[in-house]
Each structure stands twice: as C-alpha cells, then as structure tokens.
C-alpha cells in the first residue's frame, strides 16, 4: 500500500513537473547534469558560498539546459527524448550563463546603467531573455511567461501609457543590462540568489530524507495516530500531508505522494471520491505553509523583508497549525455527519512499528535545534542532509546506499528546475516594478480603493493574491503580490511579517481556490473524479482557514508579536474557533444542527477568532448554548429509548 523512494521519485519528478521520462542515453545525460549540479552546490556551502554573481550563474549554467532536456516544449513533442533543438537550446543556455562566471572580475568593477555594454553582452542578454521565457513556459507556467512578456514590453511603452502606467521609458541597451548583469533584480537578481542557495538545500534535504524512507514513515505515523477514529483515512491525509509538506513545501507533490495511499484508502472507507481527492488538496495546500521548510516563498520573504528566515518559521508556525485544526475539524464534522468509520485495524501499523522507524525524524527534530541556535538555513539543511544520511543506518532497510544518495541528488536538482525558472523569470518582472515605480503607484490605488479602510485593503490585496495565484506557483505568487501590495499594508499600520504572511498565505490558498483549483485537479486525478466538484469541495475544507490571515493581521500575538500570556490567550482563543467554526459550516457539533442553530454556531466561531476578550467570552457562551441544548435533547432521546 505504502509508496517506497522510487515510486515517490517517479510521481514527483516526473507526474508533478511533467518531465519527460528519457531513454537510457539521454537519461544518463540528465542524470550527471543533476548529480553535478546538487554536487556543486553542497561544495559550495561546505566550502564557503561563491561570489553572488559567481552562484547565480553556475546555478543557472545547470537549472537552465536541465529544463530544455527535462521539459517537452508542446504535446506533441517527443517524451522520451530532447529534440535537436532543445539539445542547441541547452548548450546555448551554458554559454550565456557562463559569462558571470567567466568574466566575474570585469563584470564586479563595471558602473551599472553607467558602463556601454559590450556587443557580446548585448547578445548573451539578449538570448538569456528569450531562454529563461521559454524555459518558464515550459516548466512553470504559461502566464508568468506572458507577464514577463507584458512587463518587457512595458519598458520601452512608458512615455505612451496614461496614469500611474506612465513612466519615461527605457532604451533597449538599458533594459538588457536590467535583465543581465545586475545582481539585484533580474534574471541574476536576489529571487535566483534565493534559489541558488536556500532553495536547493532545502529541495535535496527533502529527497534525501525521502530516499531514506521518511516518506514512508509519515503515512506509517498518521494511520497509527489517526486512523482508528471516525474518518481516519481522511484525518491520515490531513497529518501526513502536513509533515510531508514540511519537508517538500510542493503542494502538487504532496497530493500525488501522500494521495496515492490516502485517497484510495478513503474511498474504500465510504467517502465520496471527489471529497477524497479534495481532502488531499486541501490538507496539501496548507504543507506549503508549515515551518521549518515553507516551501522556496519563506526564503524569499527572508530575503525582501530583511526578516530572519528562523523568525518567520516561527511567526508562521501558531497559523500553520490552525489551518490544518480547521481542515481536520471540517474533515472529523464530515465523518460524524455521514457516520463513516475509520481504517480497517488490520490496515494499522503497529505502534511498535511506528517507534521503531521513529529516527527517521531526527534530520527534522535535528534542522529545527540548527534554526532555533543561529545556524544559517543553508547550513542547518546542509548538516541536516548528513545527518539524514546517518540515521539512515540504523536500520538496514533504510540504509542510504551510495546509489540512493545519488539517486536522491539526483531526484533534488531536477526538482529544483521549476522554482529557478520561477524565480529568475519573476526576478524580471520585479525589476520592472521596481524601476518604473509601478509597485509604489499599484500600493497607493490599493490605500485610495480602500478608502484607508484596513478591511477592504485586505480584502484587495486577497483578492490580488488569489488571482495571481490561480495561475502561477506560489513563489512566483508571493513575490508579485508582496511587490505590488504588501507595501500598502504596511503603510496602512500592518506588520511588516503579519503583511507578508498574509499575502503568503493566499498566494498558497490560490492552489484550492476555484475555478483553477491545481491541487484539486491533482487529487481528483488521483480519485477519478470530477475536477470541479473536487475544486469546490476542497474550497469549502479550507473555508475556516481563509478566516486565519486576517485573524494573525488584527492579533499580531497570533505570528508571535506580543506577551507568552497574549500569545497563550489568542491561540486558545482562536484554535476553539476555529474548530466551532469548522462545525457550523459542516452542520454538526454534538449533532446534526438546524438552520438557526448552523448560523449560530458560525457566529460563535467568528467571534472567538476576533481578538477581544468580551467578544470572545460572548463566543464561548454561544457554543456552550448550542452544545447545551443538543446535549439535552441527545438525553432526551436516549431516555425515550
């Protein structure tokens, strides 16, 4: 039933991304490029990080030709192979990024936007542009290829554009130069600084911990937690879910991962398949949220905001949690509703079992005690990935073997293909944003729309997040919105980590947000079932968890900004919300509620979460009104039997 380190391979690597599955040859081609390139940057931390030009363009000098061998560029292309032309594109790739490196000297001493660029600049940029577009369309996404394009084109269009799009416009040389050699934004900017060292720690961190058989031993964990309870199947989904999204932070991943076994499981339990498939995109949508990994978008919130990575895995971790309450309360509501059981005992693992396979959780427990005592995020997941190694001989089924470290570098770099697209294709819209001022015009319609109604501000910026998100991966998501609206926020009195997180937050909800709905439509491939009614469903699981953001942005307690006893208060306070809100939504506390009494119970959940004590106590007794009444007429008909 459980999924062994190939099988997570081939469904991550290959379903997730759409990468092709090479013949032999090619393959071994792929395969020394992926080794290589993981090799490279594990020397890198243990060495000492190289120059940030230096990083930027050896991670790209191998991301880039990986996504023309790895991507098919139509349908219609051959799967098992890369075309000629993708072959000409990928040696083109290698020379254009090799000139940071190259010629690091000269390009460290030139003025930029003050030194002519040279012809073969010129050139390289040029081609580097068009490669990293199609490279993005191919493995991320073709919207964020189109608002690349829109942006480029936005440049030279300024001085012909009214209001706040208006701009003085800028010179070809100028914008290739923008694009090519500055290392704060652009192709080579911070967002691929990010992926060239965070990013891809993190990424091989999670393959190796996953080839050393913790992938396993997180289903193993759930079902023998969870799944002698009502709707245990769908509860295994929720826990597994979350701690396989601490370590991949890829939601699509998580879904076909954790999914293969919980789905099937569900369904043979009695639950609907769509709301099978919609309990796994919910539960791994919010992985992507789940300290210490986060997914790259933590990373690069580090890096925008100056915050320390360690401080916003900590902020994030009190909303973390209440999302995955709110999506298991919805799920355990549903189970009492519909009377489902829980998984058959002799589909349990035994808790001796479980124990026995518990060291494949010490890297975690061992990343964590890094963050928590100063280390770096590039270091604690560069020792973490030794450590995974060496817990892995404590047993002889989990041994990491020289061929499964390769194999897990490997299965790390290809990966990491699809967020270095995405981040050096958003570093390019981004350096738009930045040199045309059309970020601080966007933030100042978001302040005039609203009124300087803080609510209705964060309802747009919501609403942005939610857009962008339906057709770009989170990080692209996150680092477009938080350019354009979470200065806004800020100026309107918000936290700086409250804002970004909240921007975050609903750059990830986007995955189960309708009509797109990406996780949903990986989980109802995986239920057969229909991608609408999955997409809805999985909406309305996560509907308590839409309360979460705006909760932490008036609570500031709620991402760690405050008194233990303020931050103790706010998280009672808004963990019985949500779960009272989970059960108005779903009809049912006790027992089934009337129409009155579901709204009730709504209103409860609402005003627990809102953070005044008079309004939260006003909650508490509203619920224990509701509770009361449905314990006594439970009474009552017990009695009458």
Known sequence: MLLNARALKKLISQKVAKQRDLRKGYNIAAYVMAVGAAAVHLYSVYHGLYNPRMQRSIHLMFMLPLAFFLFPARNTSPKDRPSIPDIMLAL????????????????????????????????????????????TRRTVSSVLTYL???????LPLGPYLPGILKHDGFPFQRMVEMMYLDTDQGIYGMLTGVSATYVILFVLFGAFILYAGAGVFFTDFATAVAGRSRGGPAKIAVVSSGMFGTMTGIAVANVYATGSVTIPLMIRTGYRPSFAGAVEAAASTGGQYMPPVMG??????????????????LGASISAVLYFVAVGAMVHFEALRTGLAGVPEQEIPKFRKVLAESYLFIPVVFIVYLLLNGYSPMKAAFYAILISM?????????????????????????????VAMACACAGMIVAVMTHTGLGLSFSSMIIASSGGVLL?????????????????????AYVLTAALAA??????????????????????????????????????????ADPVETGFTAAKLAVAGFIVPYMFVYNPSLVTHGTLSEIFFSSITALFGVVILAGGLQGWLLSKTGAIEKWLVVAAGL??????????LFGFLLTAGVVSRQWHCLRTARSGT
Not at 393 to 412: Q, V
């Open 148 to 154: 690349a394009i829109g942006a480029l084109i936005y």
């Open 92 to 135: 083109l790739a290698v020379v254009v990024s090799s000139l940071g490196a190259l010629e690091l000297d000269r390009l460290e001493n030139r003025w930029i936007f003050a030194t002519d660029l040279l012809a073969r600049e010129l050139i390289f940029g040029t081609v580097n542009v068009l490669l990293i577009l199609e490279a």
């Open 456 to 476: 209705i501000a964060l309802f747009l910026v919501m609403i942005v997040s939610l857009i962008l998100g339906v057709g770009l991966p989170t990080t692209a």
């Open 390 to 418: 060496l817990t892995s001989y404590f047993r002889r089924e989990t041994w990491m073997t020289p061929r499964k470290i390769l194999l897990a570098m490997n299965m790390g770099a290809r990966n990491t293909v699809m």
């Open 296 to 313: 790259a978008a933590a990373f690069v919130m580090a890096e925008i905001t100056g915050i320390s990575y360690y401080r916003i895995a």
């Open 487 to 528: 200065p806004a926020l800020e100026r309107m009195g918000v936290d700086q980590l409250a804002a970004h997180l909240f921007v975050f937050y609903f750059a990830i909800i986007a995955c189960v947000t309708p009509p797109v709905s990406i996780c949903a439509y990986a989980g109802a491939g995986v239920a057969d």
């Open 607 to 616: 005003a627990m979460v809102i953070p005044h004590i008079w309004v939260s």
